[in-house]
């Protein structure tokens, strides 16, 4: 059985909103200059994924910078990411469901994106989402050009500050002991396609010990100073993320 990890500090998890406001109105004040800075890609089509509980919306402010550097974003187009009352999630098997359900629609809209634009597809995906996109882009390497995460839960979810609380919240009582974490875990293996993992010491979401893969030849880690709630909004992560791109799959 894996050790159990940390959840980050409870003064990030705290700080959270605050930061992510910060991030975001720098943001404003300096999107012209990034875009300046990054223009110049080559136009071929990436994936954008929203992390748990988001929509495509959350995703907007990355989308517009892309298309403003020279790529043709697209959204994932299946709504929002969350499970209904009815289905809601009380263990880790029910994580792994619908982890698999999101994947299945993260795969049939890469097949869209590469029916439509006879390229391959970059994936990025924020938090959960880059989950999504490692799973999917196992599923079909041959058409995904490379992956980005941007503060994604690799392993255990009790590395994450939020296990506690959604397990409150969806009325859980299923005993941690019965449920196996491990399986989960093991889905943190080394990359199909090349992958950037972009994360953050300073993320009050995911802790720092789940929130990398093992090294490998497809494998870049990438720390900013960041919060999680405004990963996709922040200056840094953006400029790895235009950087990424630009260096493409064989660098």
Known sequence: MNAVPNPPPLSLALSELPRATFESLRLMSGLGRLIRHHRGGDGHPVLVLPGYGAADGSTAILRFFLKKIGYRPFALEAGRNVEGMENRIQSVDDATRFRERL????????????????????????SMGGLYAMDASRHLPDITRQVITL??????????SLFTVMRRLSGS?????????????????????PTSVIYSQRDGIVGTNIARLPE??????????SSHVAFASNVR???????ALRAGPLD
């Open 103 to 126: 994947v299945d629609l993260t795969v049939k809209r890469i097949r869209q994106v590469h029916t439509m634009t006879s390229e391959s597809v970059s994936l990025i995906g924020w």
């Open 151 to 160: 503060g994604s839960p690799f392993g255990d979810p009790r590395g994450t």
């Open 173 to 193: 009582e299923i005993p941690i002991e019965e449920q196996d974490f491990d399986g989960w875990s093991d889905k943190a293996v080394a990359p199909s396609v």
């Open 216 to 225: 490998s030849t497809l494998t870049r880690h990438v720390q900013v100073d």
């Open 237 to 243: 992560a953006l400029g790895e993320v235009a950087a």
